[in-house]
């Protein structure tokens, strides 16, 4: 049957249930205002390596344990994983996956990783290629900040634009019943450029890119911003929530109500010198795991746009001066 919607949107038949996720997170994100959510706080972000990339891979390895176990499952029951995190050729979740035996497909969309994995794993189960499939993604302050900007000795100065790399990995079950939360549908997002140039400034690389899933979702599905108790963004943090916002309204779209931010919601910036707030792949994951299914199992939250952001550059492209464009990825989940 035609499950099409849109322009570039899905609304399943079929709706898979997430029935099991988990979050880990490292010291400073287990000082924040989600503390008492996340299901794994580790007092030392070296989570007993000796490596900030194996650090990381050992942390996505706790996060898909404990999503197992909350699901009743084993891995072998688990026929998909679709997984990825910021660092280069993957190596965070090819190491970190590799003694689950489970069949990967390896996700690269930077810090909207987290709603690309579960695009892809509620496609799998919805169209009936899995009975069980898995999502998953992190990321890890040190290893990011070493990959992409500077040595964590270099003491560099952050300027106030700036956001923090959240250390943390989200898991996620996917199944075709089972839970409290579906996917209901997904609006997969466009590669936009708005010609920033400031790989600090992630908000205002990832604003635009929000903007144009979140304003075709809304079109698509033909819904107002009032339709859903909360459209969550990722990781665009204070400077690109008001980005975000001012471009939706130019599209006659008001979501100051609604809206939300992984990133705002993860930190404290006063008491913890986040600057504009929290990003990373792990932001959004954890986020979603710890404070926003939760809500949505038990009801409070009925419908929820999720949208993960992210900022697709490398080292390669910001010295050769170019652009930093973003991607967004929406997923719509509801109680059930």
Not at 19 to 28: A, C, E, P, R, T
Not at 90 to 109: C, H, K, R, V
Not at 168 to 194: M, N, P, Q
Not at 296 to 302: D, L
């Amino acid at each position: 049957m035609n499950q099409m919607m849109g322009k570039q949107s899905i609304q399943f038949d079929r709706a898979p249930h997430i029935i099991g996720s988990s979050s880990v997170v490292g010291k400073k994100e287990g000082e924040g205002p989600l503390a008492k959510a996340f299901d794994l706080i580790c007092s030392d972000d070296r989570f007993g390596e000796d490596n900030w990339e194996k650090s990381e891979s050992t942390m996505q390895n706790e996060a898909m344990k404990t999503a197992l176990q909350h699901a009743k499952l084993l891995p072998v029951q688990v026929r998909y994983l679709f997984g990825g995190d910021l660092l280069g050729q993957l190596i965070a979740t090819s190491f970190g996956m590799e003694n689950l035996d489970i069949p990967l497909f390896g996700l690269y969309g930077a810090c909207s990783t987290c709603g690309e994995s579960l695009s892809l794993a509620a496609m799998t189960v919805a169209g009936g290629y899995a009975d069980y499939a898995a999502a998953i993604t992190s990321s890890h302050f040190a290893s990011a900040e070493k990959q992409f900007r500077f040595p964590l000795g270099y003491g560099n100065q952050r300027p106030l634009a700036a956001t923090w790399t959240v250390t943390g990995s989200g898991a996620f079950i996917l199944a075709e019943k089972g839970g409290h939360a579906r996917i209901t549908g997904i609006t997969t997002g466009k590669v936009v450029d708005f010609g920033v140039k400031d790989s600090l400034n992630m908000g205002a690389c990832m604003a635009p890119a929000a903007c144009d899933t979140i304003y075709q979702n809304l079109m698509d599905f033909n819904r107002q911003p009032g339709d859903y108790d909360k459209i969550i963004t990722g990781d665009l943090g204070y400077v690109g929530q008001t980005i975000l916002i001012d471009l939706l309204k130019e599209k006659g779209f008001d979501i100051a109500k609604q809206h939300m931010d992984c990133g705002i919601e993860i930190y404290d910036r006063e008491t913890q010198d986040t600057h504009s707030g929290g990003s990373g792949c792990g932001c959004s994951a954890v986020t979603l795991a710890a404070m926003i299914l939760p809500k949505i199992c038990k009801g409070v939250w009925k419908r929820v746009l999720f949208v993960p952001t992210g900022a697709l550059l490398s080292t390669v492209s910001f010295n050769e001066g170019q652009s930093v464009p973003g991607i967004a990825h929406g997923v719509v989940i509801e109680h059930c």
